[in-house]
């Protein structure tokens, strides 16, 4: 498992996020999200109890979001490299077995554009 420490965030979480997050750890315990580049619900962001999900030495840690830590896919990070990822939350079913699923809230992942500024302390 590859992890960053650029100094850029490269996943923030919007205040709905962080609240919801909050109340699933509070449920749950620990918890982690993983980002994939599947289809289905591999293309959102999962989140699951800390130990209920096996990382792999391909994924790649981005950050933490309100206390969780959130995985990329190695080629799905490569892709998204020029990105910072948001985490947010929209109405919605979450992904089949993510924690949110059946609160009519899911996460969302949206993304930004690094700027120029961004890339460049990125690639230092």
Known sequence: MAQTSDPIERVTATPAALK??????AEYG???FH?????????SPMCYPAND????ERD?????????????????GKAWAHTQLILDVVP????????????????????????????????A
């Open 20 to 25: 919801l997050i909050a109340e699933l750890a």
């Open 30 to 32: 620990p918890i982690l």
């Open 35 to 43: 980002q994939s580049g599947g289809c289905c619900d591999g293309s």
């Open 53 to 56: 999900f096996r990382i792999s």
């Open 60 to 76: 790649i840690l981005l950050g933490t979001v309100g206390g969780a830590p959130l995985y990329i896919g190695e080629a799905q």
């Open 92 to 123: 919605g079913r979450g992904g089949m077995f993510s924690l949110d699923n059946g609160r009519e809230v899911r996460f969302l992942t949206r993304g930004r554009v690094f700027t120029d500024a961004e890339q460049a302390a990125l690639q």
